[in-house]
């Protein structure tokens, strides 16, 4: 009985895609993304069917079993409902599920990437002097690799200038790939990985591979219904690291609502608890907005502002874990960046009509700040800024 409710899940988390799934899948792997080189290092043009394919090869030979590959995140979620809810893609993650034993197994990943970009390299280039060190510093923007009793898993991130960057992710094992319904899904590559291998004909509705898509969710029908009516929704909110606080409001700002308005208001207050929890210090939590700031609105500056206000909205509704002092300095450093997204968007060009004078929070260590923070506004202030 067992065996046949796990393989219901199954079922009710998987799906084939149609023609126009599997046509928006082969554009997504077959379309040439530029990863940008540092300093003289030429630009190299790499579709990701050419990448995978030549990665999965190479770690097989070197005896690292690859179970699969998926596309996952915002990807997926395009290929599945074009404009996936008016969640533009950016990043390529792709993961290779795979067994990671050893501490040796992990420098064999790496090492079959870096090597792998060599192929990409322009006609023309000695490749011969160029080491993997030469190639992480010139190709990668991120690498990333995490050993735990609950997770093994590494990353490599290659560098796009435009936001959009390959992310080649190594899984062995994972507590939790998605946050919310919407970007649950991930799309098993296989079938098109080897339709590329053997058939010579383009894909056509009559002629193309069947791919599988799995919702992580759970239920693949209800987080596709999800993504297109841009509904939020989620499962076992307490595995999230940071209760997807950051997440969630990106949501709101694009436009989502949840499912439940009552439940989410007890759940918006879960969130803001294991932020606080997981990002206690209030220079992890600059670090954190900080980052996901910069990877998250990349080509899509003028939206930070709205996000802030949001994010700000949130925190300071349904914080209820925090003393006072703590409360406010986290209020300040939403305030402070918002205010600083304004100034980089020429939103406060000179000192025409308002002066809003702000005290810092103590973290705030910039020579560009004296004893208090001024800013000129040609506009009205909103009325959640902290001005004296």
Known sequence: MADA????????????????????????????????????????????RD??????????????????????????????VRDAGGLSYKDLDVIFRVALPREADFQVVRDVVLGSLLDFLPEGVNKEKITAVTLKEAYVQKLVKVCTETDRWSLISLSN???????????????RQFEFSVDSFQIVLDSV??????????????????VLGESLYG??????????????????????????????CHLLARG?????????????????????????????????????????????????????????????????CLMGHERRQTLN????????????????????SVTCYYQPAPYVRDLNFSNYYVASCSQSIPTWLPCN
Request: positive net charge; aromatic residues 8%; glycine residues 6%.
């Open 193 to 210: 990985l080897s339709y590329y291998g053997l058939a010579e004909a383009p894909m056509s509705r009559h002629f193309h591979p069947s």
């Open 333 to 352: 450093l939403i305030s402070l960046t918002a205010l600083r997204v304004l100034a980089e968007q020429n939103a406060i060009p000179d000192a025409s």
């Open 161 to 175: 200038k435009e936001g959009r960057n390959v992310e080649l992710k190594f899984v062995d094992a994972i507590r």
């Open 219 to 248: 239920d693949f029908g209800a987080a596709l219904g999800h993504l297109r009516a841009k509904l939020i929704a989620t499962k076992r909110p307490e595995e999230i690291r940071g209760g997807g606080l950051l997440k969630y």
């Open 51 to 80: 990448i995978v394919r030549m990665v999965r090869g190479r770690l097989e030979r070197k005896g690292i079993a690859v179970k699969d590959v998926r596309l996952n995140g915002s990807a997926a979620s395009h290929v599945l």
């Open 5 to 48: 409710a796990s393989a219901a899940e199954e079922r009710e988390s998987c799906s084939v895609l149609t023609w126009e799934q599997v046509s928006r899948l082969d554009e997504v792997l077959s379309t040439a993304v530029p990863v940008h080189g540092r300093g003289n290092f030429p630009t190299l043009e790499v579709r990701l």
């Open 256 to 320: 989502f609502r949840p499912t439940d308005q009552e439940e989410f208001r007890a759940l918006e207050r879960y969130m803001c608890s294991r932020f606080f929890i997981d990002f206690p210090d209030i220079g992890e939590q600059q670090r954190k907005l900080e980052a996901y700031l910069q990877s998250h609105f990349v080509g899509e500056e003028k939206s930070k502002y709205e996000y802030l206000v949001i994010l700000r909205r949130v925190v300071n509704e349904s914080t209820v």
